[in-house]
């Protein structure tokens, strides 16, 4: 069974910092492109970011491009989202999901991050 | 940036009844649209990708049309399990973009 995880959400001051991990499991990690996108209390999906198979293609919304840095690690089957310098507006659940074609098939139950004073 | 606008916002339907979501894109995507429903409380799900090509276990009476800008997800008859937010996503060009939502509720 194809499983993604998400862990390393919280809650932390504007400014912080956290990192997201999300673990798989069931399939051949490396051959696929992955990708972060969140969802804001009562709000709509919101794309950013996607790093491809084998990591050379990275991409970044521009909400979140300079601050957050998207990583990979294949040998631990594993996607990684490096959040700096959070904002209220980060503020959402955070979700990795697993792409075909840049669309987006498969997905985690997400991890809810609070930026808050 | 390709903005995608769906209507209606807010669909307010019976169970057995055809629920029509549109969704227009800013630019031309082709065929590069795919759709969501999302649950409360749940993840969201792939329904359609491609415009048209319905996803691994997804029912019959959900059916995608399009191209260009314009596009339509087309649910046939209402199942109960079905009253849930409805997103569009395009892959045409970076950054990736969701609609806003459609809302199918229970008349």
């Known amino acids: 069974e194809v499983q993604l995880m998400e862990s390393g959400g919280g809650l932390v001051q504007p400014g912080g910092s956290l990192r997201l991990s999300c673990a798989t499991s069931?399939?051949?990690?490396?051959?696929?492109?992955m990708n972060w996108v969140r969802q804001a209390p009562q709000k709509g999906l919101e794309w950013i970011s996607y790093?491809?198979?084998?990591?050379?293609?990275?991409q970044y919304a521009d909400s979140v491009k300079g601050r957050f840095t998207i990583s990979r690690g294949d040998a631990r089957n594993s996607l990684y989202l490096q959040m700096n310098n959070l904002r209220d507006d980060d503020t959402a659940v955070y979700y990795c999901?697993?792409?075909?074609?840049?669309?987006?098939?498969?997905w985690g139950q997400g991890t809810r991050v609070t930026v808050s004073s | 940036e390709i903005v995608l606008t769906q209507s209606p916002a807010t669909l307010s339907l019976s169970p057995g009844e055809r629920a029509t979501l549109s969704c227009r894109a800013s630019?031309?995507?082709?065929?590069?649209l795919a759709w969501y429903q999302q649950k409360p409380g749940q993840t969201p799900r792939l329904l359609i990708y491609d415009a048209s090509n319905r996803a691994t276990d997804i029912p019959a009476r959900f059916s995608g049309s399009g191209s260009g800008t314009d596009f339509t997800l087309t649910i046939s008859s209402l199942e109960p399990e079905d009253f849930a937010v409805y997103y569009c996503q395009q892959r045409a060009s970076w950054p990736l973009t969701f609609g806003p939502g459609t809302r199918v509720d229970i008349k």
């Open positions: 069931g399939f051949r990690f490396s051959d696929y492109g």
């Open positions: 790093i491809s198979s084998g990591s050379g293609n990275i």
């Open positions: 999901a697993r792409s075909v074609e840049l669309q987006f098939h498969i």
């Open positions: 630019q031309i995507v082709r065929g590069y």
